[in-house]
């Protein structure tokens, strides 16, 4: 038992990040060394329950893979209580997209409990894109792999009337 | 001096006078220098004679004591020589002394006039002028204006007489003689302008060039970032290597013409001493020349030269000095659009009712950004303009803040015209707040108060013992204005992570109590944010030399940088068993480093998240070489300080490629425990220990509330502990002073520290500590995040309807419902006008751009 604590204790944080960061189809094809310096950039954060990670308009800029508890992305229309979009549990990577360019929010993002983040801002992103120039286009590639996968999930479930909707991966 | 000096210059304005960039070169060596230049000139006669004295004495030497062996005479006109050529050397110093002094005041005044002439020049000469090129037109090209100015009138003066002296004194020796050297000079006259001319040319050549060259390279600096994301190296480089080829080709044309000139002279004046030889050799045969006055020629020849030299280096001087100074003066010569001075009885406080009537805009080509506008807004009044990129939303307001003149059409500000207001009154009655507000380097008040100073009453500054910042608006307006804008947190949060003076007891006495009630009130609320010093536990963000001594030197020599190569400390590091613990360290972090970083083009982007710092990683390559054959004790003590220098600095929260082991962390925390004893034996009192009755020098506010560190800078933390702390410090009535401390935080150059949000929020602060009775807003929250938007909108609606009138340019359509009247502009119209609901019932081109195109 103690045995393991030590031997947990003994695996650098940035190792234990870039054994994750491998894990994601959006980093997985990186070069190594990439994923090494971002593995050293990434920070680990807690939020509270209720906190706010961004909120509709805003820049969110930063991605964030859960490490544990609840994320939910939430649309809160004029004075309606708001609606739960998605739940983002242990192991689930959000926010590509923001890593890639600015672009406001449209949703709002909060911590449903005590969760923990590994996170990584667009700049840091950015920094070592500048340095990599060839992950661009892998990262492009992996955020257009999702958004494809993403709307051939969801024409099966859209009734007739939401089909109308679809059609993102056209534009 | 420069009260008077700014006096002088208003005078000046007012009399509507020339613009600075229309006077000739000659008004600079004159205007305000009469004094001078007459002093000047009366030494000038006083050096001409001692001149000339010499050749006399020359003559009569030779002629008089030698030829008569007259020892007495030859005493007598010995020491007469030594004064005159001592004399000489003396008048020559004050000549110089007073050259320089004219030409330095001279220089003065024009730098300020232009200077003062370009602040005030159209907006649209600076769109297409570069900053470097105003800078080297007034320290380069004008310094050589300065430098004839001072020489205009002496060196002329000087040298003309000298030469009319020697030409009359050898007339009166020997007219025929005299007539046939002189005969040289007339012909130089004409060969040297014609030569002069052509290096004029290659002159004013050069001058452009230079521009030009002066206006790519600031034109590449500025665009470094889009140069090197692009690659766009060889563009640049091509461009520039044109523009410096030609400039080299000119200049070597120019040296040549003008070394030309100076060997045609030199050729010319040298014929001199041939002509006395032949023709006054041949005069002192037949008896009709005395050998003196023969010997008084050859000097004189020699003395002619001076003059004359100096008279044709002079001449180029001017040559050069106008045609630089024309071309510079010519560049700036545009009539600023609006007069600065206001005639103070006009000066008032406007109603703030706003009409525009068939306003037009043309720019100098002829197309029309604005076409026949025309609205009017009651005082109080908000107007939102919204519309496609182009459509002229920007030059509108602009009309109205008087920063362009307009071509056709009225718009009248409390129904005056604008363009017949001052500007300063202009200034008083509106303010603007721009899409990328400038900050400008200096603190947060100063930038604050910017838009402020100029509209306040000047403050006296005959009374010694008066507050200069006696006009300064109180610090709660100050706040409230802080607050009111979104910055106030921000500056808070400036304060509290500055230091305080050693002597500001009362202050440390406060925070000292604060920091009780912080641990008490919020101690476990924000353990998670905030790592609090214990004197048992190990500290994460932390490095490793602050967890051994916890606490900070007295001593410069023990700073936490220069510990690694301090002898004391090292002996205190081998003694407790450290050395070779940290070496391991030291050595494991260079390893992953170079792991990490070794193959990157620029490391020095990643510095923040290495323990190694930007510009040691060759070092780090080297010593991990040596390392292959040595152990790190046998490293040269450089190497071994640089190994030490990494383990002392590891932080384990932040340097997270390599693990805080369970061994080392317990070594630390008993080399901790042991400091303070050796510290007492070896170097005592030189440590003052953390505890917390204690201030700590040299951590921030902050962290002496805190006792501890934060963890973590991300915005969710940081938002918890400004709540907490500022929920304090109003609690413990200190929180004027910590914003006052935090007012005075230096903003960086062109205040690049801080956030684009804080320089917008600065920006807009600084328009409302004027509380001017319109405001105009040209996209003015697009740099703010959704909280700091919705506060400024909140701030438009519940405070400013009906007192203030807003005109704001809006690019987020979600925010202009609260609006009076919207505004649809498109093509330099306005296509569309009402209310917010008239507009989207009547489904134009406003609903079009909310809800998009069905």
Partial sequence: MSSFTEENEQIPEMQKNLELLKGLPFFAPFPVQALKILALLATRTKFMPGDLLYEKGDDPHRAYLVLHGILALTAKENNNSPVTLRIFREGEFLGSLALLGRMPALFNLTAEMETSVLTLSRDQFSKVLSQFPEALTLSLTAALKEINRWEKANIPEAEPCCLARLGVTAL | MVAKHEQKQQKEADKTTPLVTQRSLFYWAFNGNLKPQIILLFVIILIVFSRVLPLEMQKRIVNESIALRDVHTLIL????????????????????????????????????????????????????????????????????????????FAVPVTNVLTLLAFAGYLLSLHAKLAMATLLIYPVAVFIVPLLQKRANIANKTRVDLSRETSNQIAESISGIHEVQVHGAYGQESRKFDILVEKLKKTRIQWSLYKFGIKTTNNYFVSLGPFVVFIFGGYLVMHGELELGAMVAFLSAQEKLYDPWKELITFYQTYQDASIRYSRTMEYFDITPEFPMIPPPEHSHKLANGIEVKDLVFETSDGHKLLNGITFSLTGGEHLAIVGFSGSGKSTLVQCIGKMYQ????????????????????????????????????????????????????EPTTDNENSNVNGDEPELDRMILVLQQAGLFVDVMRFGLDSFIGQDDSKMIKTIIRIRRTFREDFGDRMRDYVEFFDKHSYHMNSSVSENIIFGTANDKKFGHHLLPENPKFRIF???????????????????????ILGGVETPDIFFENSPVPADRLEDCKRVLNHLKKKQPSALVPKEQSFLLSLALNFTPAIHTMTPLRENFRAIILSARDKFPHWCDRTVPGLFLFYDENNYIHGQSILNNIFFGKTKSDLTHAQEKINQAIIHLLIEEECMEQIAAIGMNFQVGSTGDRLSGGQRQKLAIARVLIKQPAV????????????????????????????????????????????????????????????????????????????????
């Fill in chain 2, 77 to 152: 006109y010995c020491v007469i020589y030594l004064i005159a050529v001592t004399t000489t050397s003396l008048l020559k110093l004050a000549i110089n002394y007073l050259q320089a002094l004219i030409g330095e005041r001279s220089m003065l005044t024009m730098r300020q006039g232009l200077y003062h002439h370009i602040l005030n020049m159209p907006l649209g000469f600076f769109r297409t002028t570069q900053p470097g090129m105003v800078v080297s037109s007034l320290m380069t090209e004008l310094s050589a204006a300065g430098t004839f100015a001072g020489q205009a």
């Fill in chain 2, 406 to 457: 307009y071509t056709r059409g009225s718009i009248t500000i409390g129904g005056e015209e604008v363009s017949s207001l001052s500007k300063a009154e202009l200034n008083k009655n509106v303010g603007y707040i721009s899409q990328n507000p400038f900050i400008f380097t200096g603190t947060i008040k100063e930038n604050l108060l910017y838009a402020l100073k100029p509209i306040l009453p």
């Fill in chain 2, 573 to 595: 590091l081998t003694e407790s068993g450290l050395l070779q613990p940290l070496f391991n360290l030291g050595v494991e972090l260079a390893e992953q480093v170079f792991d």
């Fill in chain 2, 775 to 854: 405001i105009i807003m040209d996209e003015a929250t697009s740099a703010l995040d959704n909280k700091s938007q919705t506060r400024i909108q909140r701030l438009i609606e519940t405070r400013w309807k009906q007192k203030r009138t807003v005109i704001a340019v809006i690019h987020r359509l979600d925010t202009i419902s609260t609006f009076d009247k919207i505004a649809v502009m498109k093509t330099g119209k306005i296509v569309e006008w009402g209310t917010y609901s008239e507009l989207i019932d009547k489904k134009g081109i406003l609903h079009e751009l909310i809800y998009g195109r069905k």
